[in-house]
């Protein structure tokens, strides 16, 4: 089965220049048939991103907004809606990220208003889940509760068949995994993986893991079936290093 590698890029790199050249250097690693790999850059550079795309026939990579509005059109300010982001030929969009939660202060509703839109126009979504490290310190069950309300939360109202297509992605990034260099437990990323499958209905649906993902733990995610990929901040930021991830999912049979 084919892995979802996602770059999240953030709030990088500091120029154009820099992330027309980082694209580059991903665009230019060997396409794998075992592993699907999506940039998901700032906003600002998607359309140079999906012109190089084009120009250089890089297809094997694709790209991602790391938000956008719940509404198409209209009076609202720096706000990017889901046909602006098809027009650049853009296929999937992260949804729910918890830094988004957490400093733009997004709720579960306005979440579930953008999956919707996004999901109506055609947009790919990795919806992000995950729990702080207060609730995982009470345990397991603790840390699925949380995990299991923000799901019910996040696609309220959204048809179940939509909710578990192979496009609909969820990615499972514990917020104490993130950017702290402390990555989950693989097994305890598989149970959470199987959990969410099992929650959401149908095994078709795939399940990320992200935090603090790099060449050296991927495997230990990926192994697993019912892991179907990652989601990677400050990793995919090195080319060299993102190369060696792609290189350690397609060894994956
Ligand atoms: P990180 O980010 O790889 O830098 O920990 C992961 C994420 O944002 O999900």
Not at 17 to 42: G, Q, T
Not at 77 to 96: A, D, F, N, Q, W
Request: charged share 30%.
């Amino acid at each position: 089965m084919t892995k979802l590698i996602a770059a999240n890029w953030k709030e990088n790199p500091r120029t154009e220049a820099r992330a027309l050249e980082l694209f580059r250097a991903v665009a230019k690693i060997k396409p794998s048939k075992n592993v699907e790999v999506a940039v998901c850059p700032p906003f600002i550079y998607l359309e140079r991103l999906a012109e190089v795309r084009g120009r250089e026939k890089r297809h094997h990579v694709t790209l991602g907004a790391q938000d956008v509005f719940w509404e198409e059109k209209g009076a609202y300010t720096s706000e990017v809606g889901p046909k602006m982001l098809r027009s650049l030929g853009v296929e999937y969009v992260i949804i729910g990220h918890s830094e988004r939660r957490r400093w733009l202060k997004e709720t579960n509703a306005m979440i579930n208003k953008k999956i919707k839109l996004a999901l109506r126009d055609g947009l790919r979504v990795i919806l992000c889940v995950g729990e702080p490290l207060a609730v995982r310190k009470k345990g397991e069950s603790a840390a699925k509760n949380f995990i299991k309300t923000q799901l019910k939360k996040d696609l309220s109202g959204i048809a179940r068949e939509k909710r578990n297509a192979r496009e609909r992605v969820i990615a499972y990034a514990p917020i104490w995994a993130i950017g702290t260099g402390r990555h989950d437990d693989p097994k305890d990323a598989r149970e959470m993986a199987e959990f969410i499958k099992r929650k959401l209905g149908r095994p078709t649906l795939m399940v990320l893991y992200g935090g603090s993902v790099n060449s050296r733990n991927i495997g230990d995610y990926v192994q697993y079936k019912s892991i179907d990929g990652a989601l990677v901040g400050g990793a995919s930021l090195k080319a060299g290093e993102f190369k060696k991830i792609i290189a350690n999912v397609a060894k994956i049979k």
